[in-house]
């Protein structure tokens, strides 16, 4: 298998915002998400770490990739300077109580024996019942072989202890429907190539087809991250997939054509960086591609425009000061302004770990202003947590046995982090309703258990 380099840590979900943030081929428009449209995180979540099969040096692979490293990654973390960064610093974390303004279940721990090391991790109807289930990318820590974990939620909200299980790839996941017959499809990574299996209209999977990740000469190149969304502007899910590693400059574009599978790829050229989302970040209607990466020294955060139909232009560097920025980083607008900003964590231990918020302004992201986080911040996830309309902040702590949820207060800034406490080392993320009660649920893994704190807003 082809080494992969370390990648910064996904995953995108619905937000409101002027700016539209995009879930597969649809968009949310500039309203405040309804309850419903709040329910899916169905972008890939991956683990954010290098994964021990894939000889990365982490025990988790992929950041958001879903979810927080392993504790090596205390020594590599990157720890920014507060004299970086412009604006506040807010105050410690707290517990979560009724006065903190968090309502979550206590942690609700499935014991899963087929869990492994969780890799990616991502939430969606895929058997069709109108039930969003949870899809795990799965790594067994002996073997190294891999695999995806299905729970198909039941008709009562519950999920279940032996998951369906499939071959065909598991890290970076999406959900999406590829061939467009209103059924969601899943979209796994596996090493040099990812590959489709597309849902049958039995809710079953159909053999899954593999595509090749396009070589950087004759250097191999994993599949990095993948996002979907309708690119080509003809009603149908194209698919977006990153070269692996965050020096990487290609992303490349993949069509459906008339028998649903995917035709030949077109490349384009990013500032680096295997993670990426789909948002309308310039406002102008069209869904652009956002990547975050490492070029040369600096994490930058890059934006290819979407100019007309499959055609994206230039790559723009929307962060200036770029050396502030974290390891993981989501989207969305959470500071309601209507406007597309980044929030991305830096994985350091306290005092050192921080949220950072980096707000746009005309196409360009300003210093972050810097909120306190307990140790390790992991994959950064944008949700609507307690249904006010605004979005909040979730990341993982990798290692820490917790969950930090920041909610967005009515002006625009972040209250303090509140955590979510669990006995269980999760190293996945994702945001979505996996009961049916219309509320987005947080959910992770750690080895052999399937982590969700319920929400009860």
């Known amino acids: 298998m082809l080494a992969k380099a370390r990648r910064v840590a996904p995953l995108l979900v619905l937000v409101a915002c002027r700016g539209k943030v995009y879930d597969g081929a649809a968009a949310t428009d500039a309203s405040p998400p309804s309850a419903a449209d ?19 040096g982490d025990a988790s692979a992929g950041a958001p990739n879903g979810t927080g490293d392993a504790a090596s990654d205390v020594v590599d973390a990157d720890v920014v300077d507060a004299d970086v960064m412009d604006s506040h610093v807010v105050g410690a974390d707290v517990d979560a109580t009724a006065s903190s303004g968090v309502t979550f279940s206590a942690v609700n721990a499935i014991s899963v024996a087929a869990i492994g090391i969780p890799q990616a991790l991502a939430i969606g109807d895929v058997n069709g019942d109108g039930r969003m289930d949870v899809v795990l990318g799965n790594q067994d820590p002996q073997t190294y072989t891999s695999n995806i974990l299905i729970f198909y939620q039941a008709s009562d909200g519950t999920l279940p202890s032996t998951p369906v299980t499939y071959t065909f790839g598991w890290d970076p996941l999406a959900i999406a429907d590829v061939n467009g017959d ?5 979209l796994a990574g596996s090493g040099t ?33 993948i996002v979907t969304g309708d690119f080509d502007r003809n009603g149908k899910t194209d698919v977006v997939v990153t070269s692996g590693g965050p020096s990487s400059s290609s992303v490349f574009l993949f069509a459906p054509n008339a028998t649903g599978t995917l035709g030949s790829p077109r490349r384009f050229t990013t500032l680096g ?42 790559a723009i560097e929307a962060n200036h000061a770029a050396a502030a920025l974290g390891t993981y980083f989501d989207v969305g607008d959470v500071t309601s302004d209507g406007l597309i900003d980044v929030v991305s964590a830096v994985s350091a231990n306290s005092p050192n770990g921080r949220v950072l918020v980096s707000p746009q302004s ?41 969950a930090g949820v920041y909610l967005q207060k009515a002006d625009g800034t972040l209250a303090p982090e509140v955590l979510l406490r669990s006995s ?24 052999q258990k399937l982590v969700v704190f319920y929400n009860e807003y």
């Open 193 to 225: 190539s990812f590959a489709v299996a597309l849902q049958a209209a039995d809710g079953t999977l159909t053999p899954a087809v593999s595509y090749p990740v396009p070589m950087a000469g004759a250097q191999p190149q994993y599949a990095g991250w």
């Open 424 to 447: 269980y080392g999760q190293r996945v993320l994702a945001v979505g309703d996996v009961n049916g009660d219309g509320k987005p649920d947080i959910v992770t893994a750690d080895q």
């Open 182 to 186: 209103g059924r969601s499809d899943i």
């Open 362 to 402: 005309d196409g360009v992201l300003a210093g972050p202003s810097a909120y306190d986080s307990t140790d390790l911040p992991g994959p950064v996830r944008i949700a609507d947590v307690n249904m006010d309309g605004r979005n909040d902040v979730v990341v993982e702590h990798a290692g820490w046995f917790a």
């Open 273 to 314: 960086g295997a993670e990426a989302r789909v948002a309308d970040y310039n406002a102008d209607g069209l869904p652009d591609l956002i990547t975050f990466g490492s070029p040369g020294s600096a994490t930058a955060v890059g934006v290819l425009p979407l100019l007309s139909p499959g055609v994206f232009g230039s």
């Open 38 to 56: 709040a329910v899916a995180d169905v972008q890939n979540n991956d683990a954010g770490g290098p994964g021990a099969a894939d000889a990365r």
